[in-house]
């Protein structure tokens, strides 16, 4: 089953950061995450930096559970110079996983944790 972290990079003036590379760590090691980026795609990215932002400055990370042994697995997002680190890109509620349509009307990641992010000065 796949699972969504999303967001959009800001500056520290909240201007949005376009085309930046981000690189996402399994937490506390330099082993890059396997990721993906969209719900279908069957292509998995395993190499640093995986994504970019887009035009825009948002992102879409996409995490299979068929990847990981360890559903409890945190990692950690770089875009510049800044990390965020132990984000849970498996929801568990009542020991159980959630994915994005469990929730109507808010994604699962706001609903499970609704604290913003900071990265660049900014928030996704």
Known sequence: MR??????????YGIVSPDENISIYINNT????TVYTTEESTNK???C??????????F?????SDDYEDLTTTVDIEL?????ENIKPFKLVDNR?????????????DA????????DGGSF
């Open 80 to 84: 510049g110079s800044e990390t965020v």
């Open 60 to 64: 879409n990370i996409w995490f299979d």
């Open 97 to 109: 996983v959630l994915n994005t349509t469990n929730v109507e009307g808010e994604s699962v990641y």
């Open 49 to 58: 930096p995986q994504i970019q932002t887009d035009e825009k400055g948002i």
């Open 30 to 33: 330099e082993i890059c995450a």
């Open 112 to 119: 499970y944790n609704p604290e913003f992010i900071d990265i």
């Open 45 to 47: 990215i395993d190499t």
């Open 3 to 12: 699972y969504n972290i999303q967001g959009i990079a800001r500056d520290s």
